[in-house]
Nanobody, 125 residues
Framework: QVQLVESGGGSVQAGGSLRLSCAAS????????MGWFRQAPGKEREFVAR????????YYENSVRGRFTISGDGAKNTVYLQMNSLKPEDTAVYYC??????????????????WGQGTQVTVSS
């Protein structure tokens, strides 16, 4: 059994920073990429960022590009999300996810095989 466990969420004021972490445990697996999604109340889960381990390429949703940075260690299936200049609209539950097979569009939740339980990020104005 594989578990992805996020940590680092919390409450900050607008303009502040948070760093999310996600670590895998349980059965050993090899991921092609890992990413972060978020889901605000009443909204669908949306793509935030992704890192492809083999070529080191990163992708970002437009509204977070320049403010968020994804990084990690593919060998350990560990991924981080540094979030700076946070805005109230960044408030959501943030989920990490692992893509084992490069099986679909990078911003499509169904393309990811394993998910964490989520960590709450709240940004106040």
């Amino acid at each position: 059994q594989v578990q992805l466990v996020e940590s680092g969420g919390g409450s900050v004021q607008a303009g502040g920073s948070l760093r999310l972490s996600c670590a895998a445990s349980g059965r050993t697996f090899s991921s092609y990429a890992m990413g972060w999604f978020r889901q605000a109340p009443g909204k669908e889960r949306e793509f935030v960022a992704r890192i492809n381990w083999s070529i080191g390429v990163t992708y970002y949703e437009n509204s977070v590009r320049g403010r968020f940075t994804i990084s990690g260690d593919g060998a350990k299936n560990t991924v981080y999300l540094q979030m700076n200049s946070l805005k109230p609209e960044d408030t959501a539950v943030y989920y990490c996810a692992a893509d084992l097979t490069r099986g679909g569009s990078i911003d499509y939740p169904g393309a990811y095989d394993y998910w964490g339980q989520g960590t709450q990020v709240t940004v106040s104005s």
